[in-house]
């Protein structure tokens, strides 16, 4: 599976993003995807996964209330919603998948996008 992230860019405080994960080369629709995203000199962090099934959704509770994961198996893509931004979502936003079940440790997906990149400025 190939997996291309796109739709970052810079936006202000309290401004609205939505990244877009596209996948090819096998069918999308059992797999459970995730995206994460890692800031210069930290850790890679979650931020949501969806389930093949569409009906289970986890977010990091740095975004809880603020993200929203969805996804259209048609298309082959994935999307993360992102509101009410703040300076510390800053990051290379990153997506992955792994079979079926989605889980927010980045160890266990499988195949990841090259990552897009997310500013906020203050």
């Known amino acids: 599976v190939q997996l291309q992230a796109f739709g970052g860019g810079l936006v202000q405080a309290g401004g609205s993003l939505r990244l877009s994960c596209a996948a090819s080369g096998r069918s999308f629709s059992s797999y459970a995807v995730g995206w994460f995203r890692q800031a210069p000199g930290q850790e890679r962090a979650f931020v949501a996964a969806?389930?093949?099934?569409?009906?289970?959704?986890y977010y990091g509770d740095s975004v809880k209330g603020r993200f929203t994961i969805s996804r259209d198996n048609a298309k082959n893509t994935v999307y993360l919603q992102m509101n009410s931004l703040k300076p510390e979502d800053t990051a290379v936003y990153y997506c992955a998948v792994r079979p079926v079940v989605p889980t927010d440790q980045y160890l266990e997906y499988d195949y990841w996008g090259q990552g897009t990149q997310v500013t906020v400025s203050s």
């Open positions: 969806i389930g093949w099934n569409v009906r289970t959704t």
